[in-house]
């Protein structure tokens, strides 16, 4: 499980922070109100709370107070997390522009054509973005790349041409705020018509037997890899489209782009924990 001061919190709801002399009252209707009593906590707490908007991490907000303070903070901070006032940040709230250089992994026609272009623009200096590519239905693969990218610090990104009828370029992935690949997953999951086909998938893959790479047409693979490097400009920027936090489907038989947001599973045993 993710530490408290690994988090980037926000509030859930708009509330108004009101404080008086050692007290710091959290106001959000007339029907969600939160009192915290402690001495002093107004000279501090208010500042703290102001300044949870989701681009900081905890352990970032809580290093500006005092020594004597920072256990105060760290309990009133787990208990208004617990009680659902504040809540993690989306990938998009948690958004920190840098150029990148991809990091590229998998196989297929997308991996091939994207180590072309990425390997004329390479910014030897600049920090991963990892990309896995797939043109199968590993799905083992896909988790193991996951639950290791959850675990670093860098950015990831998934493009597959293993569903032939379509091909897929995930969302910009983050560590630690919003969804991730199995969040992903289980949402294809439950919009399929045959969901148990996912888990028998992913045991192929788990005991390493061989999967068919798909046969995509070339200019389909031309499509996601431009929307891959696409994604890799646009994580650049400060204030990005929100494409870069989508999930883009493109149709082979009419090479049709479509986009769709991605929210991030409560219950998803990949990442759950860490939000």
């Not at 008086?20 to 939160?34: F, I, N």
């Not at 949870?52 to 208004?80: F, I, K, P, Y």
């Not at 910009?172 to 969040?183: M, S």
């Not at 294809?188 to 005991?207: C, K, M, N, Q, W």
């Amino acid at each position: 499980m993710r530490e408290l001061g690994e988090l980037r919190l926000r509030f859930s709801l708009p509330f108004v922070v009101l404080s008086e002399a050692g007290r710091v009252r959290l106001v959000a209707g007339e029907d969600v109100r939160y009192l915290l009593e402690a001495p002093a906590l107004d000279e501090w707490l208010p500042t703290l709370l102001s300044a949870m908007d989701g681009r900081r991490t905890t352990a970032e907000l809580v290093a500006t107070l005092s020594a004597a303070q920072r256990d105060e903070a760290t309990q009133v901070l787990t208990r208004l997390l617990a009680e659902r006032v504040l809540t993690p940040a989306d990938a998009e709230t948690a958004h920190e522009p840098q150029r990148r250089s991809l990091a590229i992994e998998g196989a297929g026609a997308v991996r091939e054509e994207l180590e072309g272009e990425a390997k004329a623009g390479e910014d030897p200096g600049a920090p991963a973005l990892r990309v896995l590519c797939q043109s199968g239905l590993d799905y083992a693969a896909l988790l193991a790349f996951n639950a290791d990218c959850l675990r670093g610090g860098a950015p990831f990104l998934w493009v597959s041409t293993g569903a032939v009828a379509r091909g897929f370029v995930s969302p910009l992935l983050l560590p630690d705020a919003g969804p991730c690949l199995a969040c992903l997953l289980a949402g294809f999951r439950r919009l399929s018509p045959t969901p148990e086909i996912y888990d028998a998938l992913v045991r192929h893959g788990s005991r390493g037997e061989p999967l068919p790479a798909a046969d995509f047409p070339a200019p389909g693979v031309s499509i996601l890899t431009q929307l891959v490097l696409w994604k890799a400009g646009l994580a650049c920027e400060a204030m990005p489209s929100a494409a870069l936090y989508s999930l883009h489907v493109l149709e082979c038989a009419t090479l049709e782009v479509s986009s769709h947001r991605l929210a991030a599973d409560p219950e998803c045993a990949a990442c759950g924990d860490l939000r």
